[in-house]
Nanobody, 116 residues
Framework: EVQLQASGGGLVQAGGSLRVSCAAS????????IGWFRQAPGKEREGVSC????????WYANSVKGRFTISSDDRKNTLELQMNSLRPEDTAVYYC?????????WGQGTQVTVSS
């Protein structure tokens, strides 16, 4: 069964760092475009970052450029998002996502809270 399991969220002070992870089962990351979305209270879900494991091409939302780094490990079939210099406005539930053509899969999300 296809499954995405997000983990690593937590509470951190502004300026701190967190690393959220997503483990995939039932499919192989390298065949998909994979990435992270987030949803803050009262806001729409927005794209944060994505990567194409086949060629390593990445995309970042302007709000996180220079602070977040996305990576994938094809051997372990995991997706990572290293988040540095965190700000209170980064507070959200972070969801991992995989897309291939008409196929789309979502993880359950992990809460990231940044205190000021």
């Amino acid at each position: 069964e296809v499954q995405l399991q997000a983990s690593g969220g937590g509470l951190v002070q502004a300026g701190g760092s967190l690393r959220v992870s997503c483990a995939a089962s039932g499919f192989t990351f390298e065949d998909y475009s994979i990435g992270w979305f987030r949803q803050a209270p009262g806001k729409e879900r927005e794209g944060v970052s994505c990567i194409s494991p086949s060629d390593g091409d990445t995309w970042y939302a302007n709000s996180v450029k220079g602070r977040f780094t996305i990576s994938s490990d094809d051997r372990k079939n995991t997706l990572e998002l290293q988040m540095n210099s965190l700000r209170p406005e980064d507070t959200a539930v972070y969801y991992c996502h995989a897309q291939r053509g008409r196929l789309s899969y979502w993880g359950q999300g992990t809460q990231v809270t940044v205190s000021s």
